[in-house]
């Protein structure tokens, strides 16, 4: 009993020596919902972003995806673009996590806050895990959100269908969110790509639905899920999977009046 007294007042004697700072640095669990760093980044960043649009054209943006456990990659990839001077802004089209924990959530953001450029951050299915849904929407804001910048609409969709279950995909706010899209270019970038039914996520009726809208609006969608990149055109529309940050895999679009280009990438 004595020796565990001891241990405890030397124990106690350590917190107390390393000072105020002291509990900041000790984690009582990975499992919190509520950041007490970050909150709203999307609503942020994305202001940034409005603040640069000038009209001007052309203009890069930077995609990148499946960053999960990779840190030290994506921290590398990050730097490789902060090498550049040509990109307005970075979109990460989901899994920033590997289980949607609250310390990978924030590991994460640290990363991404050393780019030089602003940063979106689409929801991915394994963003959604634990207490995942909560986290993302305290840390980054909804689950849906549409924008326009410069030439360009982009829609940024939640279509994680098993980690959700019922209501998502939400087509009902997708066909809302186009309906006002009058721009030559739109982009729609979600995590997992409806092509085929995503290898059974989907029903043959929502990939009808899905196909429906994406048809006669979008120029192109953007997405993750599938760690190595792809392209596949359907009907007419290019469907971009990025691949993982973990194999230094970007997909650079340029955007042009009427038109765009698109690099994709592998720095590493």
């Given at each position: 009993?004595?020796?565990?007294?001891?241990?405890?007042?030397?124990?106690?004697?350590?917190?107390?020596?390393?000072?105020?700072?002291?509990?900041?640095?000790?984690?009582?669990?990975?499992?919190g919902?509520?950041s007490?760093?970050?909150?709203?980044?999307?609503?942020?960043?994305?202001?940034?972003?409005?603040?640069?649009?000038?009209?001007?054209?052309?203009?890069?943006?930077?995609?990148?995806?499946?960053?999960?456990v990779?840190?030290?990659?994506?921290?590398?990839?990050?730097?490789?673009?902060?090498?550049?001077?040509?990109?307005?802004?970075?979109?990460?089209?989901?899994?920033?996590?590997?289980?949607?924990?609250?310390?990978?959530?924030?590991?994460?953001?640290?990363?991404?806050?050393?780019?030089?450029?602003?940063?979106?951050?689409?929801?991915?299915?394994?963003?959604?895990?634990?207490?995942?849904?909560?986290?993302?929407?305290?840390?980054?804001?909804?689950?849906?959100?549409?924008?326009?910048?410069?030439?360009?609409?982009f829609?940024?969709?939640?279509?994680?269908?098993?980690?959700?279950?019922?209501?998502?995909?939400?087509?009902?706010?997708?066909?809302?969110?186009?309906?006002?899209?009058?721009?030559?270019?739109?982009?729609?970038?979600?995590h997992?790509?409806?092509?085929?039914?995503?290898e059974?996520?989907?029903?043959?009726?929502?990939?009808?639905?899905?196909?429906?809208?994406?048809?006669?609006?979008?120029?192109?969608?953007?997405?993750?899920?599938?760690?190595?990149?792809?392209?596949?055109?359907?009907?007419?529309?290019?469907?971009?999977?990025?691949g993982?940050?973990?194999?230094?895999?970007?997909?650079?679009?340029?955007?042009?009046?009427?038109?765009?280009?698109?690099?994709?990438?592998?720095?590493?």
């Open positions: 009993m004595r020796s565990k007294r001891v241990l405890s007042v030397f124990f106690l004697s350590l917190l107390l020596a390393a000072g105020p700072m002291a509990c900041d640095r000790l984690i009582f669990t990975p499992f919902s509520e007490d760093k970050y909150h709203d980044l999307n609503a942020k960043n994305l202001s940034r972003i409005m603040s640069m649009d000038d009209g001007s054209i052309p203009f890069k943006v930077a995609f990148i995806a499946d960053t999960h990779y840190y030290e990659e994506t921290r590398r990839l990050i730097k490789i673009l902060n090498g550049r001077n040509d990109i307005d802004f970075i979109m990460v089209v989901g899994d920033i996590t590997n289980q949607g924990l609250l310390r990978e959530y924030e590991w994460s953001v640290e990363i991404f806050r050393e780019s030089r450029y602003p940063f979106l951050v689409v929801i991915g299915n394994h963003d959604a895990l634990t207490f995942g849904r909560d986290i993302y929407r305290d840390i980054f804001g909804a689950y849906n959100f549409s924008f326009m910048y410069k030439s360009v609409e829609v940024c969709f939640n279509d994680n269908k098993w980690e959700f279950g019922g209501g998502v995909p939400d087509f009902a706010w997708l066909e809302g969110a186009v309906a006002g899209i009058l721009s030559p270019l739109s982009v729609l970038a979600c997992i790509d409806p092509c085929d039914g995503a059974g996520i989907f029903t043959p009726a929502e990939v009808e639905r899905f196909e429906s809208i994406i048809t006669p609006v979008f120029s192109m969608t953007v997405h993750g899920h599938w760690h190595g990149p792809r392209t596949i055109v359907q009907v007419g529309v290019p469907r971009y999977v990025v993982t940050s973990g194999f230094g895999n970007c997909l650079i679009a340029t955007f042009y009046e009427d038109y765009f280009e698109v690099e994709q990438c592998r720095f590493f």
